[in-house]
């Protein structure tokens, strides 16, 4: 019986490897996730195993511990003195001092800073002398080490992409304005092929210290062992010697947490790739189903037969099992070895949208075979069970009665009411875990998914009601333009509803969820830019290049130095804790605050502002409300530079919980300074005299010297900000493309087994002088049809997934936005996929011979 | 219809060694008004290694006959034994045994699966039962159907006379109680059709093989022991060992009642 069902596989070479495509995009997405982000963990394992290879201890400072929306304060420093210290410790051999930082810009010859595009731009103090060199985790590729104040080591990427080398000169702007340096040396990371977006810029100690503003202090120092002791009890000697002030941990425990925490990271990056692998390989169980249901109805006679001769119904169950079984077995194998190329691609990807990760060489970890092979495999016998079920039910009569029906499952009777009892399921489920307040995030994310999939069962079984109506709409034109080949082609898209629903439901997921992620970007865009104008009332805003981060306060200060400038007022920020949860701390100018930022006071007026003082805070009225906090309370605050004050709450504002541009809590610009070593802005925003454009240019230019700033206008801001959304929508659109190809796959399937069945009625019709042109034409209007039904079903469902999220979000003023031109599009899409998907069909339907069919058994 | 009942009783009355009974047999097709009758009380007994004909002209009930006799359908009312074994009383998983060790089937389409070789089909039977053909009868079974040289070839690789040869085989090689053959040569020309009825005939003379066959065909119905003649779903007329000319005879008799 096994042999039956793989003879019949073997037979069918071309259609098989068509089917198992639908499982082998999918696959090879989740393989191409697992590739990238196990390759990606393994590049920054190696950084941090590297740079603690031959570190037995390393004495760190304490951190803060406190971290708000994924930012959180490097360690303080701590005192130079503690280097003598530990040298002095029994059992140290040699221990050496460094100083780093993340912030630190290297600036092109053409005076732009280097975008890492969110990865660290690293500045190292480091010992270069030769005893030191095991702490090292740098290898010279070209030169020497720097010494002394004017020289650094640049990283072999930089070198390469800006075409500089020993002897050129390079700017360098940490804290203060960027400085130049003459290039001595070139370095690499161990031996990782790229490090990424990140780069670095290596000094000796001296000189860092004095760029970072680390005058007497180090952030870090490295030992080693004298043999016969351990990194356990040197540790041990060591915090013994230095108090509890400080850190100390084995090179092996420092490095540990360090990949830690990137590997939480790339676990996001992994589980983001996986879900789109998931959302493939659901199209393609559809895929699947669809064409095994065909093939199965096709093969009636068959099973009928194998029945007569004696095959028992499980017998009949094992051999469709058996071909799913192999085609998923197939397909999962192709997928494996497809995500291969297709992680170098995700990579390409990614570093096109600026997010360049390290990369080392390949890793093909065993996990990644056993879970693509079983998830694949099980996906497609999954998808095949119903189909199989099916096949059990051909009655052997079928042998020798032409056309014999399959009698209808117990199921298939009551499906439309399963299928509405699914659909209420699917949207209870949805709104609970959208709407309800008090449930896990686990079990949110499960509710949705499992929402979401069973929305989409739910209308693809209802989908087949659906068919008749819409194809009498979607086919319209056909009707009209089509002539005798198209009321055809409606009609063939009607005969079996069926399979036309299933066919149509596949390529509905895949523009649902495009059109869902569209209409919410639409919605994210016009919040955003709504927010912005609300708040900002600059004529222009100096922002760091990327936006986010803080930059050095001293770029305000250049500001307002400026002479074509009227007004500066610098909102400061960091992280701090407020009443012992993380939070955003925002320091602000009471004087001229009001000039440039809209408060909508809910309590309060702009007179407050003025008055902060030391101790005064206002809040925005989310925070307030969720702390319950009103003016006359007091909080507590504690910086990252660990100095902790109350304030007294003076004010309440209406904060833009959408796109909030002032921290939880805001004090007063001295106040913050008080909290702060290194007091850092969030923006610049400043008034001028005339025309803002024009001003924007000279201002450009006074702030030349701070390459990692940038000057835009409010509205040149909020186009900045619509790039950005459009960007990630980009990446997502790209994603979601693989499940739109994979039904494509689905369609393709589905006419040529369709056409394959009408083979004689083919023939009949060009028989009584249907032309080959009309014939193709057919086929592609129904075709055209199928898609246009998915599209029909897939904008509405979007749009209503997109309702229902943007309901979830109302507390932050998310708003709901239609985006007409992309919904017409994703229409034209479908269209095109529907002709795409015709070619092969239709080109067969044409070739037939009229004799041939006609006489076709 | 009257006509009909006026007839002597002519049912094919269970003979003393019979392979399959049937007793009362009817079918009706469809509900109220739409209701066919396409059996209306039919008993019989099939006698054991001969070759018995049901013959009867587009719309007699032959095929719904045979369907019964070989458990493909269920009767409305009456019952049919193959080889001792009341079907009524059999599930789907009983029948199943019961059409591996009692069953053959040769098929006017001949239903070969297309994907196996002529061997492979042959075999079936005893693959799908888990058992594996006695070498001797297996190639004995081939050279009567004379195959020997064809065994690998694919079904679309052999013309319609060698598919029902391989068919024959698939029914034989099990050595069925019975074997149903449906219009075995009415998809084949009056050459090709001439042999197989001839190898038909031969198993039974030479296997001692018990066969019924469907037929509209005279010439295919001479070659019987038996052949029973049935009109609007009963049972007419019965002759046996009877010539062409007989068979002519009695159909046109029939055919003008």
């Given at each position: 019986?096994?042999?039956?069902a793989?003879?019949?596989?073997a037979?069918r070479?071309?259609?098989?490897?068509?089917?198992?495509i639908a499982?082998?995009?999918?696959?090879?997405?989740?393989s191409?996730?697992?590739v990238?982000?196990?390759t990606i963990?393994?590049?920054?394992?190696?950084i941090?195993v590297?740079?603690?290879?031959?570190t037995?201890?390393v004495v760190?400072g304490k951190?803060?511990?406190?971290?708000?929306?994924?930012e959180?304060?490097?360690?303080?420093?701590?005192?130079?003195?503690?280097?003598e210290?530990?040298?002095g410790?029994?059992g140290?051999?040699v221990?050496?001092?460094?100083?780093?930082?993340l912030?630190?810009?290297?600036i092109?010859?053409?005076?732009e800073?280097?975008?890492?595009?969110?990865?660290?731009?690293?500045?190292f103090?480091?010992?270069t002398?030769p005893?030191?060199d095991?702490?090292?985790?740098l290898?010279l590729?070209?030169?020497?080490?720097?010494?002394?104040?004017r020289?650094?080591?640049?990283d072999e990427?930089?070198?390469?992409?800006?075409?500089?080398g020993p002897?050129?000169r390079?700017?360098?702007?940490?804290?203060?304005?960027?400085r130049?340096?003459?290039?001595?040396?070139?370095?690499?990371?161990?031996?990782l092929?790229?490090?990424?977006?990140?780069t670095?810029?290596?000094?000796?100690?001296?000189t860092?210290?004095a760029?970072l503003d680390?005058?007497?202090?180090?952030?870090?120092?490295q030992?080693?062992?004298?043999?016969?002791v351990?990194?356990?009890?040197?540790?041990?000697?060591?915090?013994?010697?230095?108090?509890?002030?400080?850190?100390?941990?084995?090179?092996?425990?420092?490095?540990?947490?360090?990949?830690?925490?990137?590997?939480t990271?790339?676990?996001?990056?992994?589980?983001?790739?996986l879900?789109?692998?998931?959302?493939?390989?659901f199209v393609?169980?559809?895929v699947?189903?669809?064409?095994?249901s065909i093939?199965?109805?096709?093969?009636t006679r068959?099973?009928?037969?194998?029945?007569t001769v004696?095959?028992?119904?499980r017998?009949?169950?094992?051999?469709?099992?058996?071909?799913?079984?192999?085609?998923g077995?197939?397909?999962?194998?192709?997928?494996?070895?497809?995500?291969?190329?297709?992680?170098i691609?995700?990579?390409?990807?990614f570093?096109?949208l600026?997010?360049?990760?390290?990369?080392?060489?390949t890793?093909?970890?065993?996990?990644?075979i056993?879970?693509?092979?079983?998830?694949?495999?099980?996906?497609?016998?999954?998808?095949?069970?119903s189909p199989?079920?099916?096949?059990?039910?051909?009655?052997?009569?079928?042998?020798?009665?032409?056309?014999?029906?399959?009698?209808?499952?117990?199921?298939?009777r009551?499906?439309?009411?399963?299928a509405?009892?699914?659909?209420?399921?699917?949207?209870?489920a949805?709104s609970?875990?959208?709407?309800?307040?008090?449930?896990?995030?686990?079990?949110?994310?499960?509710?949705?998914?499992v929402?979401?999939?069973?929305?989409?069962?739910?209308?693809a079984?209802l989908?087949?009601?659906?068919v008749?109506?819409l194809?009498r709409?979607?086919?319209?034109?056909?009707r009209?333009?089509?002539?005798a080949?198209?009321k055809?082609a409606?009609?063939?898209?009607?005969?079996?509803?069926g399979r036309?629903?299933?066919?149509?439901?596949?390529?509905?997921?895949?523009?649902?969820?495009?059109?869902?992620v569209g209409?919410?970007?639409?919605g994210?865009?016009?919040?955003?830019?709504d927010?912005?104008?609300?708040?900002?009332?600059?004529?222009?805003v100096?922002?760091?290049q990327?936006?986010y981060?803080?930059?050095?306060?001293?770029?305000?200060d250049?500001?307002?130095?400026?002479?074509?400038?009227?007004?500066v007022?610098n909102?400061r920020q960091d992280?701090?804790?407020?009443e012992?949860?993380?939070?955003?701390?925002?320091g602000?100018?009471?004087?001229?605050?009001?000039?440039?930022?809209?408060?909508?006071?809910t309590?309060?007026?702009?007179e407050?502002?003025a008055?902060?003082?030391?101790?005064?805070a206002?809040l925005?009225?989310?925070v307030?409300e969720?702390k319950?906090?009103?003016?006359g309370?007091?909080?507590?605050v504690?910086?990252?530079?660990?100095?902790?004050?109350?304030?007294?709450?003076r004010g309440?504002?209406?904060g833009s919980?959408?796109?909030?541009?002032l921290?939880t809590?805001?004090?007063s610009q001295?106040?913050f300074?008080?909290?702060y070593?290194?007091?850092r802005?969030?923006?610049?925003?400043?008034n001028?005299p005339?025309?803002?454009?024009?001003?924007q240019k000279s201002?450009?230019?006074?702030?030349?010297s701070?390459?990692?700033?940038?000057?835009?206008?409010?509205?040149?801001?909020?186009?900045?900000?619509?790039?950005?959304?459009?960007?990630?929508?980009?990446?997502?659109?790209?994603?979601?493309?693989?499940?739109?190809?994979?039904s494509?796959?689905?369609?393709?399937?589905?006419?040529?087994?369709?056409?394959?069945?009408?083979?004689r009625e083919?023939g009949?019709?060009r028989?009584?002088?249907?032309t080959?042109?009309q014939?193709r034409r057919?086929?592609?209007?129904?075709?055209?049809?199928?898609?246009l039904?998915g599209?029909?079903?897939?904008l509405?469902?979007?749009?209503?997934?997109?309702?229902?999220?943007?309901?979830a979000?109302?507390?932050y003023?998310?708003?709901f936005?239609?985006?007409?031109?992309a919904?017409?599009?994703?229409?034209?899409?479908?269209?095109?996929?529907?002709?795409?998907?015709?070619?092969?069909?239709a080109?067969?339907?044409?070739?037939?011979?009229?004799?041939?069919?006609l006489?076709?058994? | 219809?009257?006509?009909?009942?006026?007839?002597?009783?002519?049912?094919?009355?269970?003979p003393v060694?019979?392979?399959?009974?049937?007793h009362?047999?009817?079918?009706?097709y469809?509900e109220?008004?739409?209701?066919?009758?396409?059996?209306r009380?039919v008993?019989?007994?099939?006698?054991?290694?001969?070759?018995?004909?049901v013959m009867g002209?587009?719309g007699?009930?032959?095929?719904?006959?045979?369907?019964?006799?070989?458990?493909?359908?269920q009767p409305?009312?009456?019952?049919?034994?193959?080889?001792?074994?009341?079907?009524d009383?059999?599930n789907d998983?009983?029948?199943?045994?019961?059409?591996r060790t009692?069953?053959g089937?040769i098929?006017?389409?001949?239903?070969?699966?297309?994907?196996?070789?002529?061997e492979?089909?042959?075999?079936?039977?005893l693959?799908l039962?888990g058992e594996?053909?006695e070498?001797?009868?297996f190639?004995?079974?081939?050279?009567?159907?004379?195959l020997?040289?064809?065994?690998?070839?694919?079904?679309s690789?052999?013309?319609?006379?060698?598919?029902?040869?391989?068919?024959?085989?698939?029914a034989?090689?099990?050595?069925p109680?019975?074997?149903?053959?449906?219009e075995?040569?009415?998809?084949?020309?009056?050459?090709?059709?001439?042999?197989?009825?001839?190898?038909?005939?031969?198993?039974?003379?030479?296997y001692g093989?018990?066969?019924?066959?469907?037929?509209?065909?005279?010439?295919a119905?001479?070659?019987?022991?038996?052949?029973l003649f049935?009109?609007?779903?009963?049972?007419?007329?019965?002759?046996?060992?009877?010539?062409?000319?007989?068979?002519?005879?009695?159909?046109?008799?029939?055919?003008?009642?």
């Amino acid at each position: 019986m096994i042999r039956v069902a793989l003879r019949g596989l073997a037979g069918r070479k071309f259609r098989t490897l068509l089917t198992a495509i639908a499982i082998v995009l999918g696959v090879a997405m989740m393989s191409g996730a697992y590739v990238l982000t196990d390759t990606i963990d393994k590049a920054f394992d190696a950084i941090f195993v590297d740079s603690y290879a031959d570190t037995d201890a390393v004495v760190t400072g304490k951190e803060a511990g406190i971290s708000f929306e994924g930012e959180s304060a490097p360690p303080a420093p701590i005192p130079e003195s503690v280097l003598e210290q530990v040298r002095g410790v029994d059992g140290v051999e040699v221990a050496a001092g460094s100083v780093q930082d993340l912030q630190t810009k290297l600036i092109k010859p053409d005076g732009e800073s280097i975008d890492t595009g969110g990865a660290p731009s690293f500045a190292f103090g480091v010992e270069t002398a030769p005893e030191y060199d095991r702490f090292n985790p740098l290898n010279l590729v070209e030169g020497r080490w720097p010494k002394g104040g004017r020289e650094v080591a640049i990283d072999e990427a930089v070198a390469e992409d800006e075409n500089l080398g020993p002897g050129d000169r390079i700017g360098v702007a940490a804290l203060g304005p960027a400085r130049q340096y003459e290039i001595v040396g070139v370095a690499k990371y161990g031996d990782l092929s790229s490090i990424g977006g990140a780069t670095f810029a290596i000094f000796d100690v001296p000189t860092a210290q004095a760029l970072l503003d680390k005058k007497g202090e180090l952030d870090a120092v490295q030992v080693a062992a004298e043999a016969g002791v351990t990194p356990d009890e040197l540790v041990r000697r060591i915090s013994a010697e230095v108090g509890s002030s400080v850190t100390v941990q084995s090179g092996t425990e420092q490095a540990t947490e360090q990949s830690d925490e990137v590997a939480t990271f790339t676990q996001i990056i992994r589980y983001f790739l996986l879900t789109f692998a998931g959302i493939a390989l659901f199209v393609g169980a559809f895929v699947i189903f669809n064409t095994l249901s065909i093939t199965v109805a096709q093969r009636t006679r068959e099973f009928a037969t194998l029945r007569t001769v004696g095959a028992s119904r499980r017998q009949v169950l094992g051999s469709v099992i058996v071909e799913a079984l192999v085609i998923g077995l197939l397909a999962s194998v192709l997928g494996l070895f497809a995500g291969l190329g297709l992680a170098i691609g995700l990579n390409k990807l990614f570093v096109a949208l600026n997010l360049d990760l390290p990369q080392t060489d390949t890793v093909f970890a065993t996990r990644t075979i056993v879970v693509s092979l079983l998830v694949g495999t099980l996906v497609t016998l999954a998808a095949g069970l119903s189909p199989a079920l099916r096949a059990t039910r051909v009655p052997p009569i079928a042998a020798v009665r032409e056309g014999a029906q399959l009698p209808r499952s117990a199921l298939s009777r009551h499906s439309t009411k399963i299928a509405v009892v699914t659909v209420v399921i699917a949207v209870l489920a949805l709104s609970y875990a959208l709407l309800a307040d008090a449930i896990e995030t686990g079990t949110r994310f499960l509710l949705l998914g499992v929402g979401v999939l069973a929305l989409f069962v739910g209308v693809a079984l209802l989908s087949s009601r659906l068919v008749v109506p819409l194809a009498r709409i979607v086919g319209l034109p056909a009707r009209r333009l089509g002539g005798a080949a198209g009321k055809l082609a409606e009609g063939n898209a009607m005969r079996d509803p069926g399979r036309t629903a299933s066919t149509a439901a596949a390529l509905m997921i895949g523009i649902a969820l495009v059109t869902f992620v569209g209409v919410l970007a639409e919605g994210l865009r016009k919040s955003n830019s709504d927010a912005i104008e609300q708040q900002i009332q600059a004529d222009l805003v100096v922002t760091s290049q990327d936006g986010y981060t803080e930059f050095p306060a001293a770029v305000g200060d250049a500001a307002a130095d400026l002479d074509g400038t009227e007004l500066v007022s610098n909102v400061r920020q960091d992280v701090a804790e407020i009443e012992d949860k993380g939070a955003n701390l925002t320091g602000l100018d009471g004087s001229t605050v009001t000039s440039v930022y809209d408060f909508r006071w809910t309590d309060g007026n702009d007179e407050v502002l003025a008055s902060l003082g030391a101790d005064g805070a206002i809040l925005p009225d989310d925070v307030a409300e969720d702390k319950d906090l009103a003016v006359g309370d007091s909080i507590s605050v504690l910086s990252t530079d660990n100095k902790r004050k109350d304030f007294v709450v003076r004010g309440i504002y209406d904060g833009s919980p959408f796109y909030p541009l002032l921290g939880t809590a805001s004090v007063s610009q001295d106040a913050f300074d008080a909290l702060y070593e290194r007091p850092r802005n969030r923006f610049s925003l400043i008034n001028v005299p005339g025309e803002p454009g024009a001003a924007q240019k000279s201002v450009e230019k006074g702030l030349e010297s701070f390459p990692d700033t940038r000057v835009q206008t409010r509205q040149q801001w909020i186009d900045k900000e619509d790039e950005e959304i459009s960007q990630f929508l980009l990446l997502l659109y790209v994603l979601l493309a693989l499940s739109v190809v994979i039904s494509l796959f689905g369609m393709v399937n589905t006419l040529a087994l369709s056409v394959f069945e009408r083979t004689r009625e083919l023939g009949m019709l060009r028989a009584v002088g249907m032309t080959r042109r009309q014939t193709r034409r057919m086929v592609r209007h129904e075709s055209v049809m199928v898609a246009l039904i998915g599209a029909a079903l897939g904008l509405p469902l979007g749009i209503f997934l997109a309702i229902l999220v943007t309901q979830a979000l109302s507390e932050y003023d998310l708003q709901f936005a239609i985006p007409a031109g992309a919904l017409i599009t994703f229409v034209i899409v479908s269209i095109i996929a529907g002709i795409v998907a015709a070619i092969l069909p239709a080109r067969r339907a044409a070739r037939l011979r009229v004799l041939d069919a006609l006489q076709y058994e | 219809m009257a006509d009909v009942v006026n007839l002597p009783e002519r049912d094919g009355a269970a003979p003393v060694d019979s392979v399959v009974e049937a007793h009362g047999l009817s079918r009706v097709y469809g509900e109220g008004d739409a209701a066919v009758h396409a059996l209306r009380g039919v008993t019989l007994g099939v006698e054991r290694a001969k070759l018995t004909a049901v013959m009867g002209p587009s719309g007699s009930g032959k095929s719904t006959l045979m369907h019964l006799l070989a458990a493909l359908d269920q009767p409305t009312e009456g019952h049919v034994s193959i080889a001792g074994n009341r079907l009524d009383d059999l599930n789907d998983t009983q029948i199943t045994k019961l059409r591996r060790t009692h069953i053959g089937f040769i098929f006017q389409f001949f239903n070969l699966l297309p994907m196996l070789t002529a061997e492979e089909n042959i075999d079936l039977p005893l693959t799908l039962a888990g058992e594996k053909p006695e070498a001797a009868f297996f190639d004995d079974l081939l050279d009567k159907v004379g195959l020997q040289d064809r065994r690998k070839h694919r079904p679309s690789e052999l013309s319609g006379g060698q598919q029902q040869r391989v068919a024959i085989a698939r029914a034989l090689v099990s050595r069925p109680s019975v074997v149903f053959a449906d219009e075995p040569t009415g998809n084949l020309d009056s050459r090709t059709g001439g042999e197989i009825l001839d190898l038909l005939r031969g198993s039974v003379q030479d296997y001692g093989q018990t066969l019924v066959m469907v037929t509209h065909d005279a010439r295919a119905a001479a070659t019987a022991d038996r052949i029973l003649f049935i009109a609007d779903g009963v049972i007419v007329k019965e002759l046996h060992d009877a010539d062409e000319h007989q068979v002519l005879a009695a159909v046109e008799e029939i055919t003008l009642r």
